[in-house]
């Protein structure tokens, strides 16, 4: 019997651009490479890396993802003039395979409001834009800001004549969410059935998620035609986000009955790309969040239990392994050793040197002298760790704290900055986890604003480590950091160091521009 293949979709990737758009989810250029080594290895086509002439910062990360990373198409974007473009282009040209990605908004309220231009002034600047675009690279994508809110006969317009420019990829933006699965099926189809030269590029999606549609939005516009899905690892973006990666992945492949499409997303992957997004961003993923979330394949009631026992299909339409999620929870201990734990590490996705290795069996011994169990969160906890302390300039020595109800808190923190050892010891706060706060405040120089503080187990048990994840604010802008250990203020002064070290890299990369 006849099979038919299944239509190939191309996943463009914009964690760096639009996903670092997430209110506190800057990141540094350490981070956006490791970001986007994770990218290479899911295989997605596109990586849209960042706006080059946004900041010095965006334009170095551009750089160095074209310069470093093989294998997919690795995107800057632009506004639609010649400084944008050629900005862009100056950051991708040392690419495999790089694209330019310009933008115009086209919708009546951004023409009024915001542009203050005519529809032919926009269609003008628009070819424009795709021409220039067209002179340095010959893979240009063209996307209509806020397109589900514009009206077709101009939308088919500026797709036919950003088409006839060269644009080889067209995307259609919800930019504000505001589309739901027939609308945005219905704007595609009329695209493909309207535009005459729509077959010389391929239609691209971008949803926001701002009615919790974007997923269903792309499907939508898969169904009518659409080739190319913008979206972002853990759905993060502007306000509430874009479509998550890891959920239209695999509701084409699980589906690929309805859809007929697929992906070359290396699906068991997906799970270390969250973990590493959402420890990375601070952005924590819900537990119950689809395909990634704690929960995704935790099975809670008896006869669901049951069911899984006798037949794994009854209540599961998706493996956990198929996603990345180990099959076991082997729990290790205290006698286990380097060799188990360079397997389980492998197993979670992280591939370590020696040295790494070396680093986090010493971390992992010490953490099975105070913890009974060691659960896969627990490593992946451990690991993820031990790379970002490794990255910081302060980390903490050590700590001591009296406390009682009557007093304020006394507390000796040194810090370790450099090569260097700093010590402070007084009393203030209203608890423990303030005053060690203002200890690392008092020694490192930054005062800054608390805006959020929460603390959660990695695994189970009376024992288990506490991740304390802190949001501060400093000069008007917002920092994260995360810290997990077995004593939660231990974990919130690794948390806070963390948020000091972006306040830090930011300080400096600012003075170094000037
Ligand atoms: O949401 C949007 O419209 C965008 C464009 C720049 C594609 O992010
Ligand atoms: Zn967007």
Not at 282 to 300: I, M, S
Not at 357 to 379: P, T
Request: hydrophobic share 40%; glycine share 8%.
């Amino acid at each position: 019997m006849a099979t038919t293949s299944p239509r190939m979709i191309r996943i463009f990737d914009t964690t760096l651009r639009d996903g670092e758009q997430s209110p506190g989810a800057s990141m540094n250029l350490e981070e956006k490479l490791k970001i986007a080594r994770m990218l290479a290895e899911l295989q997605v086509d596109v990586i849209e890396a960042g706006f080059p002439i946004a900041s010095p910062g965006d334009f170095e990360a551009v750089r160095e993802v074209a310069t470093q990373i093989k294998g997919p198409v690795i995107c800057g974007l632009a506004r639609c003039n010649d400084a944008d473009i050629d900005r862009a282009w100056e950051a991708l040209k040392s690419a495999e395979r790089s694209r330019i990605h310009v933008f115009l908004a086209t919708s009546a309220i951004h023409r009024e409001f915001k542009l203050k231009m005519g529809q032919e002034e926009i269609l003008q600047r628009a070819v424009a834009g795709v021409k220039r675009a067209t002179g340095y690279c010959s893979d240009v994508e063209f996307s209509p800001e806020d397109a589900a809110r514009t009206e077709i006969d101009f939308l088919c317009r500026v797709v036919e004549a950003t088409i006839a420019a060269g644009a080889t990829t067209v995307n259609i933006p919800d930019t504000v969410g505001y589309a739901t699965p027939d609308h945005m099926g219905h704007v595609i189809h009329s695209l493909v059935e309207r535009v005459p030269n729509i077959d010389r590029a391929v239609i691209s999606v971008h949803c926001h998620n701002d009615l919790g549609l974007a997923v269903a939005n792309s499907l939508a516009a898969v169904e009518n035609g659409a080739g190319q899905i913008e979206c972002t690892i853990n759905g993060i973006g502007e306000r509430a986000g874009n479509c998550s990666l890891e959920e239209v992945v695999m509701a084409m492949r699980t589906r690929a009955d309805y859809y007929q499409t697929d992906t070359r997303v290396v699906s068991q992957r997906l799970v270390p790309a969250s973990r590493l997004v959402s420890g990375i961003t601070g952005l924590q993923v819900q537990r119950n969040k689809a395909v990634v979330g704690r929960n995704a394949f935790a099975h809670e009631a008896g006869i669901h239990q049951d069911g899984m026992l006798k037949e794994a299909s009854t209540y599961e339409i998706m493996r956990p392994q198929d996603v990345g999620f180990s099959h076991t929870d082997l729990v290790l201990g205290k006698h286990s050793g380097r060799a188990a734990l360079a397997d389980r590490a492998a197993t979670l996705g992280y591939e370590l040197s020696e040295e790494q290795l070396k680093q986090v069996f010493a971390e992992f011994k010490d953490l099975a002298d105070k913890k009974k169990e060691i659960y896969d969160s627990d490593i992946a906890a451990l690991i993820e760790q031990q790379f970002r302390v490794n990255a910081q300039r302060w980390t903490l020595e050590s700590y001591q704290m009296e406390i009682n109800s009557e007093h304020a808190p006394r507390v000796t923190l040194t810090l370790r900055h450099g090569d260097e050892q700093l010590s402070t010891e007084m009393a203030a706060g209203d608890g423990p986890v303030d005053a060690i706060f203002l200890a690392i405040e008092k020694l490192t120089g930054y005062e800054v604003r608390c805006t959020e503080f929460s603390v959660h187990s990695v695994s189970v048990g009376h024992d288990a480590q506490g991740e304390v994840n802190v949001e501060v604010e400093y000069q008007g802008k917002r920092f994260h950091g995360r810290g997990i250990s077995t004593d939660s203020v231990e974990a919130s002064a690794i948390a806070f160091l963390e948020a000091i070290h972006r306040i830090d890299t930011l300080q400096e990369a600012i003075k170094a521009t000037k």
